[in-house]
T-cell receptor, first 111, second 113 residues
Framework: GNSVTQMEGPVTLSEEAFLTINCTYT??????LFWYVQYPGEGLQLLLK?????DKGSNKGFEATYRKETTSFHLEKGSVQVSDSAVYFC??????????FGQGTRLTINP | GAGVSQSPRYKVAKRGQDVALRCDPI?????LFWYQQALGQGPEFLTY????????KSGLPSDRFFAERPEGSVSTLKIQRTQQEDSAVYLC???????????FGQGTRLTVV
């Protein structure tokens, strides 16, 4: 079946550091790929998405590129801020729209 | 409304009690999903509605779990004879089109004691 594997957390960085959170997936077809973010005390929010190979999703300085050859969708940001501290979830959907999530990566940014 | 609304936000149930969790999706969204999120884990799919039709209930963990959306808008997730392993955050999400991503509510945290 479909599955998503994320980089284990927690991840702790200093402000302005470069961020990468790895995500790889297994799917039988051609899924859409997503990153969701969960800020403390809030619900899951869609951060960015990509619907086909080589698409790049971007939002709030975050980027991720749909790499079919490596079945990956790594999340990157060039310079993180304290306000980026949250839990990040990689997810895929195929066909019937239900989402399959990774286990989440907790990110803490120190000033 | 402006977003997906879930109630109650927190629920404590004694083992063996029945509970009902409510979800108000974004107005006009035809698709509605329920997910279960255990502590420290990613959400796991429970069930999916398109309008009032329950098209997929493959994620419901047992026949104690039941979901309905009778008029194609508000949905209720019911858990009968709750057990400790049912303790989790229950998330509702709605969406309007395939592949566009879903909008999530803040969830209901269920604690079974």
């Amino acid at each position: 079946g479909n599955s998503v594997t994320q980089m284990e957390g927690p991840v702790t960085l200093s402000e302005e550091a470069f961020l990468t959170i790895n995500c790889t997936y297994t799917a039988t077809g051609y899924p859409s790929l997503f990153w969701y973010v969960q800020y403390p005390g809030e619900g899951l929010q869609l951060l960015l998405k990509a619907t086909k190979a080589d698409d790049k999703g971007s939002n709030k300085g975050f980027e991720a590129t749909y790499r079919k050859e490596t079945t990956s969708f790594h999340l990157e940001k060039g310079s993180v801020q304290v306000s980026d501290s949250a839990v990040y979830f990689c997810a895929l959907s195929e066909g019937a729209q239900k989402l399959v999530f990774g286990q989440g990566t907790r990110l803490t940014i120190n000033p | 409304g402006a977003g997906v609304s879930q109630s109650p936000r927190y629920k404590v149930a004694k083992r063996g009690q029945d509970v009902a969790l409510r979800c108000d999706p974004i107005s006009g969204h035809v698709s509605l999903f329920w997910y279960q999120q255990a502590l420290g884990q990613g959400p796991e799919f429970l069930t999916y509605f398109q309008n009032e039709a329950q098209l997929d209930k493959s994620g419901l963990p047992s026949d104690r779990f039941f979901a309905e959306r009778p008029e194609g808008s508000v949905s209720t997730l019911k858990i009968q004879r709750t057990q400790q392993e049912d303790s989790a955050v229950y998330l509702c999400a709605s969406s309007s089109r395939t592949g566009k991503g879903a909008f999530f509510g803040q969830g209901t945290r269920l604690t079974v004691v």
